[in-house]
């Protein structure tokens, strides 16, 4: 994937009414569907700074716009980084196998299939060479101080601006947020029939304590499987609030201290982190609930959830003498009964 362009407006931020965020673009017309977004959030209180990492996968288009608020001008990096795989193995741990004997152990006796396979192998796969992907990440930077600027430039790179995206650029131009615009585009020798999935994106800014620009328009469609999982880094366990809201739908799936900060090591340096690092992970539904801003505050309790190992029973398999034992049982009745006629027949 190519990432085209970048777009940095500075608004001033205030109260406004229902405003939007994360909003996505589009060459192709519509809303782009978002099939999958992965969001990081270091919160670094000695600097009042906060490291936002977004990743989003959208369904099979060849380009995308995408456009995140922050507080404050931030500095935005972005690069292919296996963080995210990384931590989805803390949170979705790896089941653990053990084997015991059960029914399938005792049909394993008579199961020829794995003799008939060792004895006619099937080739080996035809290993084609990986083609190139071509450049990864190409940045321009642009500077816009409206919503009409903006517009101007989702236009220039083709992309479709909505009536749903222009409302949420007018209310945060209002408000005094600053916009970051991405127009992310597949490489020209990448295949088209995966999702589109755009690099890990950071972007750094000032803000008094850790935010998530929570709501997107009204306009956007949404998988019915959608999931919202935000890894929030931090020196204590967090809890999620709507800014002016009661409370906030979500789970927390891990709660811990970081034990291994080595997996942050290609996407931070280790002076950005919190002296005492905690890895809390939520998990909310995608549909956004009514609310601007999602503010993290110190979790009430501070108790480690850790998610349980699934474990899978592997039956024993064992050689398939069954067949064997059975002729050889067959062999023997024979050969007594045999006996025993040529027996009586001598008497």
Do not use: C
Not at 82 to 103: C, D, I
Request: no cysteine; glycine share 4%.
């Amino acid at each position: 994937m190519r990432l085209a362009s970048l777009a940095t407006m500075a608004v001033l931020f205030g109260q406004s009414g229902a405003a939007h965020a994360w909003a996505t673009l589009s060459k192709e017309g519509g809303a782009p569907r978002v099939t999958r977004e992965e969001v990081l959030i270091v919160w670094n209180e000695r600097t009042q700074t906060e490291h936002l990492f977004v990743r989003s996968e959208y369904d099979q288009r060849n380009a995308a716009g995408f456009i995140v608020p922050t507080p404050s001008e931030p500095e935005v990096t972005h690069f292919l980084s296996p963080v995210f795989e990384g931590l989805r193995g803390l949170v979705v741990p790896n089941p653990v196998e053990r084997e015991a004997w059960t029914r399938e152990t005792w049909i394993s006796m008579w199961d020829l299939t794995q003799v008939w396979k060792d004895a006619f192998p099937e080739p080996p796969p035809k290993i084609e060479p990986k083609k190139s992907k071509g450049p990864t990440v190409t940045v321009t930077p642009l500077s816009a101080k409206d919503a009409k600027a903006q517009a101007a430039w989702s236009a220039a790179h083709g992309l479709e601006m909505r009536e749903a995206v222009s409302t949420w650029m007018q209310d945060y131009v209002d408000a005094g947020w600053v916009l970051t615009a991405l127009d992310v585009e597949r490489a020209p020798d990448a295949r088209s029939d995966r999702a589109l999935r755009t690099p890990v994106v950071r972007l750094s800014f000032k803000t008094p304590h850790p935010v998530f620009p929570y709501s997107e328009p009204s306009d956007v469609v949404s998988s019915p499987k959608r999931l919202l999982r935000l890894l929030v880094v931090s020196d204590a366990r967090v809890a999620g609030a709507l800014r002016g809201q009661r409370r906030w739908t979500s789970r927390v799936r891990y709660a811990r201290p970081v034990q291994d900060a080595h997996i942050f090591s290609d996407v931070l340096p280790a002076s950005e982190f919190p002296a005492t690092p905690w890895l809390t992970v939520l998990d909310a539904p995608g549909k956004r609930q009514a609310g601007v801003l999602l503010d993290f505050v110190r979790a009430p309790k501070q108790t480690t959830v850790v998610p349980k190992i699934e474990e899978i029973v592997t039956p024993i398999r064992l050689p398939p003498f069954g067949p064997t034992v059975l002729l050889i049982v067959i062999f023997v009745v024979v050969a007594v009964r045999r006996r025993r006629r040529a027996a009586r027949a001598k008497e």
